[in-house]
Each structure stands twice: as C-alpha cells, then as structure tokens.
C-alpha cells in the first residue's frame, strides 16, 4: 500500500489549503484514513480522521471549525479541506491509514496506524 500525499503550499492566515492523499495497491473498505501533522521539534499529533465504511469523521480540537475531512471512496482518496489557516498550523502534514477496525481513542495515535505517506508541507504566514 502506498500513500501519496499533495496540496501542501503557503498561505496567509485566514486563508485555506486543501490536502489530497491517495491511497494505491489496494482498495480500502473498512477502517480508518487520517491526517497527522508534525510541528518542527515536537511530536507527531493527530489532526482529524474519517472511517472508510461509515463516512464517521473525528477531528483534533484544535481544528474543529475550521478543517474538514473527506472521502471518495471511488478514487480511494481522502481529502483535508483547511481554512481560516493560523500560524500554527504550520507543520508537515502526513496522511495515514489503518485497514482494520479501529475504536475509541486509539483512533488519534499514531501508532495505530500502518501505512503512511510522505508528508507535504504547510506553511502559513501572519
């Protein structure tokens, strides 16, 4: 399986970027796609998730309102739709996937997930 992540840029605060991750080698029908970012010298941190069968979407509370995760599950693609962007939202923004079920908060680490992309880089000015 491999994910191939795009739509990272620069933007002003305020404005908004839209993530593309596709995943190829295999169809995805159940478990999860998620989005990480990863802020220069701090740990990876979840972002916001969605469920390929249910369509369920979980968000960081840090994006709630302003980011939304989709899917199309034709193209096997997810997509993170990102507006009134924030400095700190600048980080590398990585896509990750799990083909199996997944429950609770294990949803929002890292860990849990098998495959990911190569990351696309965010940058948002003031």
């Known amino acids: 399986v491999q994910l191939q992540a795009s739509g990272g840029g620069l933007a002003q605060a305020g404005g908004s970027l839209r993530l593309s991750c596709t995943a190829s080698g295999r169809t995805f029908s159940s478990g999860i796609m998620g989005w990480f970012r990863q802020p220069p010298g701090k740990e990876r941190e979840f972002v916001a998730a969605i469920s390929w069968s249910e369509g369920r979407t979980y968000y960081a509370d840090s994006v709630k309102g302003r980011v939304t995760i989709s899917r199309d599950s034709g193209k096997n693609t997810v997509y993170l739709q990102m507006d009134s962007l924030k400095p700190e939202d600048t980080s590398v923004y990585y896509c990750?996937?799990?083909?199996?079920?997944?429950?609770?908060?294990?949803?929002?680490?890292?860990?849990?997930?098998?495959?990911w992309g190569q990351g696309t880089q965010v940058t948002v000015s003031s």
């Open positions: 990750a996937a799990r083909d199996r079920r997944i429950v609770g908060g294990a949803r929002f680490s890292p860990t849990q997930y098998d495959y």
